[in-house]
Structures are given as C-alpha cells and as structure tokens.
C-alpha cells in the first residue's frame, strides 16, 4: 500500500526554523515527482515546492522562494522541506503529494496523485 507519512511539524517563533519530512512506503520515490501543499484554516490549499524524481529540477512559490529549500534522498525514501525565516503567514497544514511521472521542469501547481496525512506547523511568539 503506497503511503506518504510527512512529520517534523510544530510550533516555532517568527523567523525560526522548521525541517519537514515526507517519507514513503510501500514504494521507492525514486521515479516519483514530489510536491509540498499548505492550507491554512479558511484558505485554499496551496502549492508549496516540487522536486522532480531526480532532484535535478525544483521549483518554489513565490510566497516562500529564498526561505524554503527542498531536496530528497532517494536512498532513504525521503523528502524534506527546509523552512527557514518562518512567518505567521507560513502557520498550516503541510502535505507531501507524489506522483509518477519524469518532467524536467516541476509545476508547484500540479495534480499528484498520492497524498500524506499533513503536519501542523504554526508560527507564533
């Protein structure tokens, strides 16, 4: 059974810091596109950041581009997201959404379809 467990979440001060990861079983991630997906209570979902199977391309919102880094380590099963310089507005539930397909360019905006059962990150003082 394919699942996506994503932890790290939790409750950090303006400007900390927050590693987020996305692990997979039931399947390796190595020939998967993976994403990263907030909503916050009362928005929409929106996307986050994209790895390509590779690690060879990512892309980021522009809402979190310079502060947030992802990556993967196919030999771990693992992806991570790097959140650094958090703000208020960053406080929501994170997914991780994987999907089979080799692009050479990832779309934060794409429509994956696995999906984890989120964290929580909240940003307050």
């Known amino acids: 059974q394919l699942q996506l467990v994503e932890s790290g979440g939790g409750l950090v001060q303006p400007g900390g810091s927050l590693r987020l990861s996305c692990a997979a079983s039931g399947f390796t991630l190595d020939s998967y596109l993976i994403g990263w997906f907030r909503q916050a209570p009362g928005k929409e979902r929106e996307g986050v950041s994209c790895i390509s199977s590779s690690g060879g391309s990512t892309n980021y919102a522009d809402s979190v581009k310079g502060r947030f880094t992802i990556s993967r380590d196919n030999a771990k099963n693992m992806v991570y997201l790097q959140m650094n310089s958090l703000k208020p507005e960053d406080a929501a539930i994170y997914y991780c959404?994987?999907?089979?397909?080799?692009?050479?360019?990832?779309?934060?905006?794409?429509?994956?379809?696995?999906w984890g059962q989120g964290t929580q990150v909240t940003v307050s003082s």
């Open positions: 959404a994987a999907d089979k397909v080799l692009v050479s360019l990832c779309v934060v905006e794409y429509k994956y379809d696995y």
